[in-house]
């Protein structure tokens, strides 16, 4: 166990317990796992974002999101969606959007023979 956890460590936790948070918060997600950590410094820190990463060791801005995801009931969406190397639906389905665009042309000409 690292010197990290032990300093300002709650009263109310083990070693073995603190180890036990980590790994569960290490196997969640975004949302998840910030609204997970955010109620432990609720409970164990008294809300202290600065605390939290002492005891536990996790990320203070992790921490300080998912409390105020908390408390404004607000969630924080990311961009990995759109920055994680997935093709736009329009890339995808390249022949769509020439159908699309052609029929967008033909119908807004500006000739009536058309």
Do not use: H
Request: hydrophobic share 35%.
């Amino acid at each position: 166990m690292d010197k990290l956890a032990t300093v300002g460590t709650p009263k109310s936790l083990t070693v073995s317990q603190i180890e036990d948070l980590r790994l569960a918060a290490s196997k969640m997600n975004g949302v998840e796992r910030r609204s997970s950590q955010a109620q432990m410094a609720l409970k164990y820190c008294q809300g202290s974002a600065r605390q939290a990463e002492t005891v536990f060791g996790w990320g203070r801005q992790n921490i300080e999101v998912g409390l105020a995801e908390k408390r404004t009931g607000i969630t924080c969406v990311g961009l990995q969606s759109t920055f994680s190397g997935a093709k736009l639906w329009e890339e995808k389905l390249c022949s769509c959007g020439i159908v699309t665009a052609t029929a967008c042309r033909i119908s807004c000409s500006t000739r009536p023979n058309i």
